[in-house]
């Protein structure tokens, strides 16, 4: 179906299920390599390798986020500009998007790469720990040139209607990424650098099969001379930046806080996070699918004026992220032994105890989670940057920073209360930014004006 059809013509809560069911599960897929691949680590690289893969992993998602800041900031120009009808515009936005992203996984990796010891030694790493933590990161610095553009490359799929192309792209990505990874660690027995390599490898095929379509001028959106001018540049920037503000800040916090566990608790407290971690990362990607996955579809209709159709999908989007975020509280509520066994292969009870206190207390963050988070998406596809910013960096740096001075008395008890805490704050501050930007959010559709 012409994407143009799609956004503009079916009704809102098919829409919904057309879009945002495949965006889930192309998460999920996602989700779940990344759960495996804290499994494949813990379990057959030891408990240390656990930790340095957790110690790492936030420079390597400010890696990501750089070509996440260009993909999702160029994919609302270019949704709106097609609901406008500007197709030669949105061409260029498509084009000059993919040279930036590539250009900067260039120089991004470079400098990643010469300063991973430097930056995990800073972390308060040090011997076996702080050498695998470096392996790890390096391997994503080498690899970012051909590696970044997977995230920008799912934005432009969906907005020319290729939405179940997206999900076989990401489950096809996880698939190969898992079996890589089973087979570096578990049968060749490789260290810790071939669970990133597995990763990177996966994702540079599939980026390459993603584009087929692109070069054979099948899709919608195709490649032109680039033209690029400020305000385009600033344009991809000011959509791009609450997701990549969330990204810094969310890793700048984790980073922050990883040095507070590595000397609170040392390699245990850092493990029991890492659990918290992958269990968030199990859920936030669900709730970015349905979401994100809706983006391209608002901002069509918000550039072509057709309000009403855009309160419609966000309802859709409401509903379904607070189903699937109180879910998650139950899940983690009730299984929080099974949840830390699945990542800490026979755990000390030592461990075990820590990882269930925390796992119960971060399940209280998503009872209010869900609703920031619709917020943020929702602002983001109808080009309004500075509250979707605003949300992103409360929820990712100033609250959980300003709440670990407040909760520091608790200990590491503070720091698991941290999230659900922050998630209340930032559920208040969305709700004010509703109330005020009502009167823009509330207009009749241009036919009946």
Same mark, same amino acid.
């Not at 999908?313 to 299984?335: G, K, M, N, P």
């Given at each position: 179906?012409?994407?143009?059809?799609?956004?503009?013509?079916?009704?809102?809560?098919?829409?919904?299920?057309?879009?945002?069911?495949?965006?889930?599960?192309?998460?999920?897929? /996602?989700? #779940?390599?990344?759960?495996?691949?804290?499994? &494949?680590? !813990?379990?057959f690289?030891?408990?240390?390798?656990? $930790? *340095? +893969?957790?110690?790492?992993?936030?420079?390597?998602?400010?890696?990501?986020?750089?070509?996440?800041?260009?993909?999702?900031?160029?994919?609302?120009?270019?949704?709106?500009?097609?609901?406008?009808?500007?197709?030669?515009?949105?061409?260029?936005?498509?084009?000059?998007?993919?040279?930036?992203?590539?250009?900067?996984?260039?120089?991004?990796?470079?400098?990643?790469?010469?300063?991973?010891?430097?930056?995990?030694?800073?972390?308060?790493?040090?011997?076996?720990?702080?050498?695998?933590?470096?392996?790890?990161?390096r391997?994503?610095?080498?690899?970012s040139?051909?590696?970044?553009?997977?995230?920008?490359?799912?934005?432009?799929?969906?907005?020319?209607?290729?939405?179940?192309?997206s999900?076989?792209?990401?489950?096809?990505? /996880?698939? #190969?990424?898992?079996?890589?990874?089973?087979? &570096?660690? !578990?049968?060749?027995?490789?260290?810790?650098?071939? $669970? *990133? +390599?597995?990763?990177?490898?996966?994702?540079?095929?599939?980026?390459?099969?993603?584009?087929?379509?692109?070069?054979?001028?099948k899709?919608?959106?195709?490649?032109?001379?680039?033209h690029?001018?400020?305000?385009?540049?600033?344009?991809?920037l000011?959509?791009?930046?609450p997701?990549?503000?969330?990204?810094?800040?969310?890793?700048?916090?984790?980073?922050?806080?990883?040095?507070?566990?590595?000397?609170?608790?040392?390699?245990?407290?850092?493990?029991?996070?890492?659990?918290?971690?992958?269990?968030?990362?199990?859920?936030?990607?669900?709730?970015?699918?349905?979401?994100?996955?809706?983006?391209?579809?608002?901002?069509?209709?918000?550039?072509?004026?057709?309000?009403?159709?855009?309160?419609?999908?966000?309802?859709?989007?409401?509903?379904?992220?607070?189903?699937?975020?109180?879910?998650?509280?139950?899940?983690?509520?009730?299984?929080?032994?099974?949840?830390?066994?699945?990542?800490?292969?026979?755990?000390?009870?030592?461990?075990?105890?820590?990882?269930?206190?925390?796992?119960?207390?971060?399940?209280?963050?998503?009872?209010?989670?869900?609703?920031?988070?619709?917020?943020?998406?929702?602002?983001?596809?109808?080009?309004?940057?500075?509250?979707?910013?605003?949300?992103?960096?409360?929820?990712?740096?100033?609250?959980?920073?300003?709440l670990?001075?407040?909760?520091?008395?608790?200990?590491?008890?503070?720091?698991?209360?941290?999230?659900?805490?922050?998630?209340?704050?930032v559920?208040?501050?969305?709700?004010?930014?509703?109330?005020?930007?009502?009167?823009?959010?509330?207009?009749?559709?241009?036919s009946a004006?």
């Amino acid at each position: 179906m012409h994407s143009a059809t799609l956004f503009s013509k079916t009704p809102p809560l098919r829409l919904f299920f057309l879009a945002s069911i495949p965006g889930a599960i192309s998460m999920l897929a /996602s989700a #779940l390599y990344q759960t495996m691949d804290g499994v &494949f680590v !813990g379990r057959f690289l030891g408990e240390t390798a656990f $930790a *340095a +893969l957790n110690l790492a992993m936030p420079f390597v998602i400010i890696n990501f986020s750089l070509a996440d800041l260009i993909g999702v900031g160029s994919a609302v120009p270019i949704s709106i500009s097609l609901g406008k009808k500007q197709e030669r515009e949105a061409d260029n936005i498509f084009t000059c998007s993919c040279l930036m992203i590539v250009g900067t996984g260039i120089l991004i990796g470079a400098v990643l790469f010469g300063a991973a010891p430097a930056l995990i030694r800073l972390m308060g790493a040090e011997g076996d720990f702080a050498r695998l933590a470096v392996q790890y990161m390096r391997v994503y610095a080498l690899c970012s040139p051909v590696t970044t553009i997977i995230f920008a490359v799912d934005n432009y799929l969906r907005i020319c209607g290729y939405i179940r192309g997206s999900m076989v792209m990401n489950i096809s990505m /996880s698939l #190969l990424c898992g079996v890589l990874e089973f087979l &570096f660690l !578990g049968v060749f027995h490789w260290g810790i650098w071939a $669970a *990133a +390599l597995a990763t990177c490898s996966g994702m540079f095929v599939c980026a390459v099969a993603a584009f087929i379509p692109f070069f054979l001028r099948k899709t919608q959106l195709r490649f032109c001379r680039p033209h690029f001018h400020g305000a385009m540049v600033r344009q991809i920037l000011a959509c791009g930046s609450p997701n990549f503000l969330n990204n810094i800040a969310g890793r700048i916090t984790s980073i922050l806080m990883n040095a507070i566990l590595v000397r609170m608790g040392g390699e245990i407290a850092v493990s029991v996070c890492g659990v918290l971690m992958f269990a968030e990362g199990f859920i936030q990607p669900l709730l970015y699918g349905m979401c994100d996955s809706l983006q391209p579809a608002v901002g069509f209709n918000w550039g072509a004026k057709k309000f009403s159709r855009v309160r419609a999908i966000e309802r859709c989007c409401y509903t379904a992220s607070a189903v699937v975020s109180l879910l998650a509280v139950a899940v983690i509520f009730l299984f929080p032994e099974q949840i830390t066994n699945l990542f800490v292969a026979d755990a000390e009870s030592e461990v075990l105890d820590m990882s269930i206190s925390a796992l119960r207390l971060f399940s209280l963050t998503y009872i209010f989670r869900w609703f920031s988070f619709a917020t943020q998406s929702y602002m983001l596809a109808i080009e309004k940057p500075l509250p979707a910013s605003l949300i992103s960096v409360s929820n990712a740096l100033v609250f959980p920073v300003i709440l670990f001075g407040v909760l520091w008395p608790l200990g590491l008890t503070g720091i698991w209360l941290n999230f659900a805490i922050t998630a209340v704050l930032v559920a208040i501050l969305s709700v004010i930014i509703l109330i005020r930007l009502r009167p823009a959010l509330t207009r009749p559709d241009a036919s009946a004006e």
